[in-house]
């Protein structure tokens, strides 16, 4: 019973992933054929339409499978990955940087990927960029296990160099999942890359920061810049705290009180 559990299991993950190759390369709607089974009559009749938000479905015949997000757990996301080799990422890593904080977050912080710290310590954002975003979810009145914190890639880029098409390709979908399981209201992108991904735009961070994007299911997006950009450009934070205080009048937060 046992085998048989994972082996269904196995089988929904390859169907997930598979449908949302699909929904990724544009294809919404998948029909089959009615085909007819000996002895039980016509087969139940299957649709696939790869819809806006956080769910896959199979649409049967007078009833649908739903293959929902509702099912999934960071646990299950993170055993699903396991020691990944799907992108040429993994021949220079030292850690995969799954992810940190509360599972049932009401903001997600993403970013583009893991640094040398990070990549040594196995958690995003500890570096010298993440220490500032630690104090930006403080001066939000927050603390970083109230919030959940990870990048678009798992595996840091050889060098800190941005992550390269098909590496962000590969591991969307596990980002996607996360987000999917913890389904927080805001999602906060740091950076080009990460807003990019969340959005599917080339608009550029400067030109997407300072307003809310959609994301999918409800979920907002508020993309501002990276933390490891604002330690070259101090004169950016100002603009990175007017966003901050966005998301928490968004979230029904009170906006501490600037210190003088």
């Not at 089988?11 to 998948?30: C, S, T, V």
């Not at 570096?127 to 890639?153: F, H, P």
């Not at 810049?225 to 966005?246: A, Q, T």
Request: aromatic share 6%; glycine share 10%.
């Amino acid at each position: 019973m046992t085998d048989k559990s994972v082996s269904y299991k196995d089988m929904i993950n390859d169907m997930q992933n598979y449908l949302l190759y699909l929904k990724g390369i544009g294809i919404e709607e998948l029909p089959a054929k009615k085909t007819e089974v000996r002895g039980q009559g016509p087969a139940l009749e299957c649709i696939y339409r790869g819809s806006g938000g956080g769910k896959t479905d199979i649409e049967l015949k007078g009833g649908s499978l739903n293959l929902a997000d509702e099912a999934l757990t960071l646990e299950s996301i993170r055993e699903e990955l396991g020691d990944c080799k799907r992108c040429k990422l993994h021949q220079t890593r030292t850690n995969i940087v799954f992810g940190v904080g509360n599972p049932n977050a009401s903001l997600v912080f993403v970013g583009e990927g893991p640094g040398e710290d990070e990549d040594i310590q196995g958690e995003p954002f500890v570096g010298r960029a993440g220490q500032l975003l630690t104090r930006i979810i403080k001066a939000m009145g927050l603390k970083r296990e109230d919030v959940y914190i990870c990048n678009v890639v798992k595996c840091r880029p050889p060098g800190n160099r941005n992550p390269e098409t098909d590496e962000i390709a590969t591991c969307k979908p596990f980002m996607e999942k996360q987000i999917n399981a913890i389904k927080p209201q805001i999602i906060v992108a740091l950076g080009t890359h990460a807003a990019q991904t969340l959005l599917n735009t080339p608009v550029k961070i400067t030109a997407l920061r300072g307003k809310f994007h959609w994301y999918r299911n409800g979920i907002r997006v508020m993309p501002t810049f990276h933390p490891s950009y604002l330690l070259r450009n101090e004169g950016k934070k100002k603009e990175v705290w007017e966003d901050m205080k966005m998301v928490l009048k968004a979230l029904g937060l009170k906006i501490p009180e600037e210190k003088k």
